[in-house]
């Protein structure tokens, strides 16, 4: 009983650890793009990216899943309220599919490094 006590002592006694604030999470806003390829056979768009927690994320690259889709980062830090930007850009003439799935993969310093951004493509006939 008193080995017990004095157990419980020594672990009160010690000096607590104080627990290291989570590093933030990209989130994305839309989650998945989904737009219509326009009617020279092309998807265009600017993503924003923000962070799930009060720290700042830094953009450091970005591909594409394919050949077909470029993109480039035009603001590269994120915040819980300012996002960062990527412009993505797919040429979608080839795309035979009603719908497309791109991926693009998101380097990053936060803690879901490297991140995945969908963009679904639809490609609708004209009508004649």
């Not at 607590?16 to 999470?25: D, G, I, R, S, Y």
């Not at 991926?103 to 990053?108: A, D, L, M, P």
């Not at 969908?118 to 009508?127: A, G, H, N, T």
Request: with cysteine.
């Amino acid at each position: 009983m008193i080995a017990t006590l004095v157990a419980i002592a020594m672990l009160l006694a010690l000096p607590h650890q104080e627990q290291k604030p989570q590093a933030p999470f990209l989130r994305f806003e839309p989650e998945t793009l989904r737009v219509d390829r326009d009617a020279s056979g092309y998807v265009q768009a600017m993503v924003p990216v923000f962070t799930s927690g009060t720290d700042t994320v830094r953009l450091t690259g970005i591909t594409g899943s394919c050949g077909c889709a470029s993109a480039s980062i035009q603001r590269a830090i994120a915040t819980k309220d300012t996002p960062a930007k990527f412009y993505c850009a797919i040429n979608a003439k080839h795309f035979k599919d009603t719908l497309n799935t791109v991926e693009y993969t998101i380097t990053h310093s936060g803690a879901n490094s490297p991140a995945r951004y969908y963009v679904v493509v639809r490609c609708v006939q004209p009508s004649k």
